[in-house]
């Protein structure tokens, strides 16, 4: 089992990126602004000496596929040069400091998109980056605004969806007809991530509003499936009554659902996030029963066109949220 599941990752990067071809997002406002703002500023017809780094967790999570995409996109709009990096796991926090750094050191880059490993730990290579005149914005998981301001890391720009109200109604699709007293449990992301803690807070708020459920457990599995195997095997062996879990992303769903299968526990509700293929596939199987779309490859679309505004020496909106789609059976 352990074997399969430190495959996992390799397959689904396989099916996602052979057995499907997603649509890429539409050409939006976004683009015919972008258009006129190029021609108001008499920008020059090639833009390919402008580079921009988009720095992301990883490519084992077909979510951060699905991101580069509508980087991609941007990128062939605008006919700049897009660099993409990516660490080896989302819990490669150095690994993503160190590209950071090497970016900053090249020189050769106008901006850089990322999505944080750390809401912290990414904020003083940001600030470096900052001040060689390189832009910033912030993507997917946002950067801790009490240390942002510490460190001296200014109008950032922010773009996702509403991680607390998202997973509000993720949760409380499965909770609302809740009329028993029910044990629930939370397998969470890594808790330093403002995206993770946002995700408990609106998973304990929905759970909360029905009296007659009790959250039991609340666990990290670093958004790993083989970890979040390894936590639901535990989780239920301490509390062999729950009946409702929440998971704060897919892939740690995915890692629930095959301890669930192999131990017959079907009539458990799962609650998860991200709407990968996957978990798509398990909405029709009936062993997840609601994800939530937060529309990376848009993400990954407005982070490119933000830090081109930035670049144009315009000022992006602070933060913009796309809508949390509600993906259920």
């Not at 909770?175 to 808790?191: C, R, V, Y």
């Not at 979040?228 to 095997?233: D, F, I, M, R």
Request: net charge neutral.
């Amino acid at each position: 089992m352990v074997r399969l599941l430190s495959r996992l990752p390799i397959i689904l990067l396989a099916v996602f990126t052979f057995g499907c071809e997603e649509a890429p997002p539409p050409k939006s406002a976004t683009s015919e602004t972008m258009e006129t703002t190029l021609q108001n500023k008499n920008t020059p017809t090639d833009l390919s000496n402008i580079k921009i780094a988009l720095v992301m967790k990883t490519l084992t999570n077909p979510f951060f596929i699905s991101m580069e995409k509508g980087a991609r996109k941007a990128e062939k709009e605008l006919g700049i040069t897009l660099l993409v990096k990516t660490a080896a796991q989302e819990t490669s926090t150095i690994q993503q400091i160190n590209i950071v750094d090497k970016l900053i050191r090249e020189g050769n880059i106008s901006a850089i998109v990322i999505a944080p490993a750390s809401s912290v730990k990414l904020i003083p290579s940001l600030k470096r980056a900052q001040d060689k005149g390189i832009h910033v914005i912030n993507i997917d998981n946002m950067l801790d605004p009490v240390a942002s301001e510490v460190a001296g890391l200014k109008k950032v720009p922010f773009i996702s969806v509403d991680n607390e109200k998202s997973a509000y109604l993720s949760v409380r699709t499965i909770t609302m007809d809740t009329s028993q007293p029910t044990e629930a449990g939370i397998l969470e992301g890594i808790q330093d991530a403002v995206n993770a803690q946002a995700r408990k807070r609106g998973a304990l708020k929905a759970f909360s509003e029905n009296s007659n459920i009790q959250v039991v457990a609340s666990e990290t599995a670093h958004w790993k499936i083989d970890e979040a195997y390894e936590v639901t095997k535990k989780m239920f062996k301490d509390h062999p009554n729950i009946s409702v879990l929440f998971c704060a992303n897919d892939m740690m769903a995915l890692g629930a659902i095959e301890y669930l299968r192999e131990t017959n526990r079907k009539s458990v509700r799962i609650a998860a996030f991200d709407a990968i293929d996957e978990a798509r596939l398990a909405l029709k199987t009936g062993w997840l029963d609601v994800t939530i779309d937060q529309q990376p490859s848009m993400q990954g679309y407005e982070g490119i066109m933000a830090a081109m505004r930035s670049i144009l020496g315009e000022e992006p909106k602070p933060v913009t949220l796309l809508e949390g789609l509600i993906i259920s059976q």
